[in-house]
């Protein structure tokens, strides 16, 4: 599960400090998927990237855990405990060279094996499982850059899956996308979410693709001078 506890976020420029969005109470369960809405500049992608780790929270906290372990404390965990707790899939297409698929998938295993480390046969299994799970056996061999977007979308989220955390976190996974590929990605994310007790929280402006498909909705909403963030089992209807 997912929990966020008076949660304030938002960045530190020299001597001042920024807030985005703050008084954040929320919580997502195993097996559960949320839908990040809200309007461009509420935060979301800064409220994703301080679930992940990458941004320090400026006040509260956030916990991560299973029905396997008890919770962690991600404001105080180190980063390699992160990378066991949280995996990030962000918006963009970086160059990263000429890779095969396998290869890219296999980079969710860094946190175990380390970047110049040998591959374990656990680590062989990840990979292959994660492939398996989305779909793309038959992209396996192939170039990365030789991908579609939703090809490469589906890449994406098999490296996050050989990662093997149990919160997996994406920013606008369905931007760039066709209507077809959004949604096999929608069904692609629910499944996983269900069969394998994964919590997923991803962003989207997509109400088309996003409804009914959720489980929960984090809506972010501009108040005053920051943002703050409300939790429904519906749709809200001010999304965008």
């Known amino acids: 599960m997912l929990e966020v506890r008076n949660l304030s976020i938002g960045y530190r420029n020299g001597r001042h400090t920024v807030c985005i969005a703050s008084g954040i109470d929320a919580r997502i369960d195993d097996g559960r998927l949320c839908c990040l809405t809200g ?4 935060g979301k992608s800064t409220l994703l990237r301080t679930l992940a780790g990458l941004l ?23 980063n ?11 918006t963009g297409h970086p160059d990263i060279g000429l890779l095969k698929v396998r290869d890219v998938v296999s980079f969710g295993r860094i946190p175990y094996s380390g970047i110049l480390g040998a591959l374990s046969a656990q680590d062989k299994d990840a990979v292959d499982k994660a492939i398996e799970l989305t779909g793309i056996k038959d992209l396996a061999s192939k170039d990365i850059d030789c991908l579609s977007d939703g090809e490469y979308q589906k890449v994406m989220i098999a490296k996050a899956l050989a990662q093997e955390t149990p919160v997996i976190l994406l920013d606008e ?12 990605l929608m069904n ?53």
């Not at 309007?39 to 509420?42: C, K, M, P, V």
């Not at 855990?65 to 008890?70: A, I, K, L, V």
Request: proline residues 5%; negative net charge.
């Open 39 to 42: 309007r461009n500049g509420t």
């Open 56 to 78: 320090p929270p400026l006040d509260g906290s956030v916990a991560v855990g299973c029905c396997q372990s008890p919770c962690t404390d991600m404001t105080k965990a180190g």
């Open 80 to 90: 390699k405990e992160k990378s066991h707790m949280v995996s990030i899939v962000l």
């Open 173 to 184: 996974p369905s931007a760039f996308l066709d209507w077809t590929s959004n949604h096999e």
């Open 188 to 240: 692609l994310l629910a499944r996983l979410s269900h069969e394998q007790s994964k919590t997923i929280l991803l962003s989207s402006h997509d109400l088309d693709i996003i409804k009914g498909r959720a489980d929960v909705y984090w809506n972010m909403e501009r108040t005053n001078d920051s943002s703050t963030l409300k939790q429904t089992d519906s749709l809200p209807c001010d999304y965008i």
